[in-house]
């Protein structure tokens, strides 16, 4: 089956500065990577995705690249905000998987004012 | 997206009892799942909830201990039997309109004593 590693599992960063979260997974036929925010007492939102026709996509200040033959994903966030400070969570889903994901440990982002 | 409500939102529970959850959606949608986050983890898929026939369980979940009823397109039930401390998680439900999106519900903490 798919298995999706995440890095780093903390990251800290100035207010304003950018963050770099990055995931590699391990099934070629996976089509479908999705990021996920998670807030302290409520459920994953989902922020941002990309399909594997796409390298890159872009949402405000949010970013999702997205390396194919690496097997290889990343969430960017540019000028970073306190209210970015939360869990982060990558997954991954193989085409032939019936639409379930398999999801990243988690990186717990700190944006100190 | 999709608006998702989950009751209880949170309960304390003694082990050997048991506790039925609730998902309900604000519309119709093909696919619902439930997760299980235990305490500061990644989110770990118990099943699928298939309407009108049995669910899907991933390896390691098995019906007895989590029984899973969607009678309709829109509400589904999970319930964990036959509690012990090592049950104490978040249980998430997550819904998928189209072939890639899924959104995810509040989440249910539960606490086993």
């Known amino acids: 089956g798919e298995n999706v590693e995440q890095h780093p599992s903390t990251l800290s960063v100035q207010e304003g500065d950018s963050a770099v979260i990055k995931c590699t997974y391990s099934?070629?036929?996976?089509?479908?990577f999705p990021w996920y925010k998670q807030e302290l007492g409520k459920g994953p939102q989902l922020i941002i995705d990309i399909r594997s026709n796409v390298g890159e996509k872009k949402d405000q200040r949010i970013a999702v690249t997205l390396n194919k033959t690496a097997k290889h994903f990343s969430l960017h966030i540019t000028e970073t905000q306190p209210e970015d400070s939360a869990v982060y969570f990558c997954?991954?889903?193989?085409?032939?998987?019936?639409?379930?994901?398999?999801f990243g440990s988690g990186t717990q982002l700190t944006v100190l004012p | 997206s999709a608006v998702i409500s989950q009751k209880p939102s949170r309960d304390i529970c003694q082990r050997g009892t048991s506790l039925t959850i609730q998902c309900q959606v604000d519309s119709q949608v093909t696919m619902m799942f439930w997760y299980r986050q235990q305490p500061g983890q990644s989110l770990t898929l118990i099943a699928t909830a298939n309407q009108g026939s049995e669910a899907t369980y991933e390896s390691g979940f098995v019906i007895d201990k989590f029984p899973i009823s969607r009678p309709n397109l829109t509400f589904s039930t999970l319930t964990v039997s036959n509690m012990s401390p090592e049950d104490s998680s978040i249980y998430l439900c997550?819904?998928?309109?189209?072939?890639?999106?899924?959104?995810f519900g509040p989440g249910t903490r539960l606490t086993v004593t």
């Open positions: 997550s819904v998928g309109r189209s072939s890639y999106e899924q959104y």
């Open positions: 997954a991954a889903r193989s085409s032939g998987s019936a639409r379930q994901l398999t």
């Open positions: 099934d070629s036929a996976s089509n479908y």
